[in-house]
């Protein structure tokens, strides 16, 4: 049974920075793909950072250069590094997980419950 936990939302500054993390457990994290994902009151859901199971990484245009997203195998933690950070970053912010790489797509199998982000 796959389970992703979120955590690390909070509420920030304008420009502020802060790091998200998502526990997994029941299953081999280091070969499953993993994303982040954000959604706002009224708005789709949209992909932020993903990672594959090498470690390569591909950003939404919105947030490169200010997010970096990353992998701890050993750990089982996914983490997503946020900077700069302006009002519109704010959204509960989701970790999703599937063997298959989806890239920015929300075909992910495995989702998280979400953390909020406030700017």
């Known amino acids: 049974h796959v389970q992703l936990v979120e955590s690390g939302g909070d509420s920030v500054q304008d420009g502020g920075s802060l790091r998200l993390s998502c526990a997994v457990s029941g299953y081999h994290y280091s070969w ?27 950003y939404a245009d919105s947030v490169k250069g200010r997010f970096t997203i990353s992998k701890d195998n050993s750990e089982g933690i ?5 900077g700069s ?11 999703a997980a599937d063997p298959q ?17 406030t700017v």
């Open 85 to 95: 950070l302006k009002p519109e970053d704010t959204a509960t912010y989701y970790c």
């Open 32 to 58: 499953y793909c993993m994303a982040w994902f954000r959604q706002a009151p009224g708005k789709e859901r949209e992909g932020v950072a993903t990672i594959d199971d090498n470690g390569y990484a591909e």
């Open 78 to 82: 996914l983490s997503l590094q946020m």
């Open 101 to 117: 790489w989806w890239h920015l797509m929300a075909n992910y199998n495995h989702w998280g419950h979400g953390t909020q982000v």
